[in-house]
């Protein structure tokens, strides 16, 4: 398996101002917060190289986004304000379980959630709805392993993520 990389796209977090929520304030840039999706109490704190740049108070993002991403950066990238006390959720979190590739190597699409395929590559979509959706998917390791081996057999490769 390798090892999941984020690439700092910010997508997952966009979402999240529905379940993180600050419930209050121990000290200007020192929080308490819940992560009501993990249901998890977390003590947030502003890492010290963004506090000039970053504010609860001063935001203009969207409500949707979680209260502690930043503005996208000078690099395109979207970081979290207080990832070093980040809620376990968000430190485990992996937005795909496998990427797949095709025979070329060439990135072909990757594997969200559970079994949500997200691809561009219409041969892939069609082995995918026609074959691999039908597989039971209520032992998810099964399915799992006839998907790979489906994938393997169509000259697919895939990289699975710890
Ligand atoms: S975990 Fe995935 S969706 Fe979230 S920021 Fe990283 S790459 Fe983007
Ligand atoms: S706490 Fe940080 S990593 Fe977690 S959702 Fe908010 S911005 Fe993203």
Redesign the pocket.
Known sequence: MAEFVCTLC?R??MG?GR??KITGHMGPDRFV?V?ELANEV?Y?VVMRKYRDDFSVDERETPKE??????DKDESGN?L????DT??S???K?KCCIFKIFDRNKNYAGEVKGKSTLISKDENLKNIWNEDIMTYPIDDISAWKKNMQSKLAEKNYILEEYD
């Open positions: 910010g997952c977090c999240m379940y993180v917060a992560h977390f947030p986004w979680c209260p502690f991403l930043m979207y979290c304000a207080v990832h980040a809620p959720f968000c430190k979190f």
